[in-house]
């Protein structure tokens, strides 16, 4: 059989060896005449979003997100609607939206800063007018942690060209004297989804006033995740536990998930198994397995091992057990395997699990036999898993009575 590693060098974009309909590495090259028609030393019309870069922080690149085509422009940068979207189709999408930038102090007050928020704020896409130095360059981006994105063109200067929308809830949560982390959650309390208030948090506009500062975007994402768990965690463990085994599992993008809910108090684990010949295993000679595991009491070091993937998972399971007024034990497994050729961000893990919690679960009395379950769904013979597992380690009397 040929190493999955190998499946591109041999395909070249012709056989499918990946079981993909089409090949994601050719879609963003033949994107690149058509995209490059579209391309100027100048731009007048709507941005969705804004970017804020981390290279040589805290001097860092600046600018709105601008999608070159009237095309899914409600779609385009919510990552929320995402899920269910091919592969070919998430990149020919991402690959039309212009990410601009200039030089900025993440300190910064200016007008620039000033036209950034408004963006960010903004409850509908507003019109903006941009002066570039010289055609942006064709480039599409790809990141374990941020959406892809497009072209990239250095900004000379741009104005914000209509009076901005805010909504009166946004303005007077962000106006108020609050906290980053309370006014996070306070925007999610009003209906905001985290890519938003990620892209709010990331243009400075929440916190104190003294302390205000542009937050790189890649950071962002996963700061308003964590923050907005974290909240959510707090009413979690005032719930009762719930009573059975229960699992969960979400298939997408060749990522998939298998969730374990187990009666007790809140404790999370994370597994990440990554095939050999995925966007960060490409010379692993086998499936390698990562572990990042939250006791009760929480966690005190970033989880290094998995990084954003970890807090994007946690974030979708938090928000499961909101909705099911209960807390449990929980363990995620999730398996990549070949099909992930290309790495579109973790906007698809906090999908990937909340899908999951959409679906409908099987139950079981006891441990052995969800376990059994879930070893004819995964790849790796979970015994693997249990070999670096906490929380599965631990000998609970109900894990050998069966629940009423």
């Known amino acids: 059989m040929v190493a999955p590693a190998r499946l591109c060098l041999i395909c070249k974009g012709s056989r499918r060896l990946c079981g993909l309909p089409s090949c994601p590495v050719l879609s963003r090259f033949s994107l690149q005449t058509k995209i490059r028609t579209r391309l100027k030393e100048s731009f007048f019309g709507q941005t969705t979003s804004v970017f804020i870069g981390r290279q040589n922080y805290p001097n860092v690149y600046v600018g709105p997100l601008a999608p070159l085509t009237s095309e899914n422009l409600q779609m385009i940068d919510n990552p929320a609607k995402w899920f269910g979207t091919d592969y070919s189709s998430l990149i020919a999408m991402r690959s039309s939206l212009l990410r601009s930038k200039s030089k900025g102090n993440v300190h910064s007050k200016s007008r620039t800063v000033e036209n950034l928020q408004e963006i960010a704020l903004a409850s509908r896409p507003p019109d903006v007018e941009m002066h570039f130095r010289g055609k942006p360059v064709y480039r599409v981006s790809f990141s374990d942690v941020v959406q892809p994105m497009g072209p990239t063109a250095t900004l000379k200067k741009f104005s914000v060209a209509e009076n901005v929308h805010v909504s009166l809830r946004v303005d007077k949560i962000v106006s108020d004297e609050l906290l980053a982390s309370q006014a996070s959650f306070e925007l999610y309390k009003s209906g905001q989804d985290v890519y ?13 006033a003294e302390n205000r500062r542009l937050v790189p975007t890649r950071w962002s994402i996963t700061a308003s995740q964590t923050i907005i768990a974290d909240m959510l965690i707090k009413g979690v463990k005032h719930r009762p536990s719930i009573n059975e085994y229960r699992v969960y599992s979400s298939h997408y993008l060749d990522n998939h998930f298998v969730i374990l809910l187990m009666p007790g108090n809140w404790e999370f684990e994370n597994f990440e198994a990554w095939a050999p010949g995925t966007p960060w295993s490409s010379n692993a000679k086998k499936t390698e397995i990562l572990l990042e595991y939250e006791p009760y009491r929480g966690r005190t070091k970033y989880a290094n091992l998995q990084g954003g993937g970890f807090y994007a998972s946690r974030l ?4 499961g057990l909101t909705r099911l007024r209960r807390q449990a034990r929980v363990v995620v497994f999730r398996e990549v395997h070949e099909g992930y050729v290309i790495p579109l961000g973790v906007w698809q893990v906090l999908e990937n699990v909340r899908n999951a919690f959409r679906q409908p679960f099987l139950k079981f009395d006891t441990k052995e036999e969800a376990l059994k379950h879930i070893d004819s769904k995964l790849r790796l013979p979970v015994t693997g898993y249990l070999k670096q597992s906490v929380i599965l380690k631990q000998k609970r009397l109900e ?3 069966p629940y009423a």
Not at 199 to 204: A, D, M, Q
Not at 316 to 319: L, M
Request: hydrophobic fraction near 50%.
């Open 196 to 208: 938003k208030i990620s892209t709010i948090l990331s243009s400075g506009a929440l916190g104190m």
């Open 316 to 319: 979708g399971v938090v928000e």
């Open 399 to 401: 894990d050998f009575m």
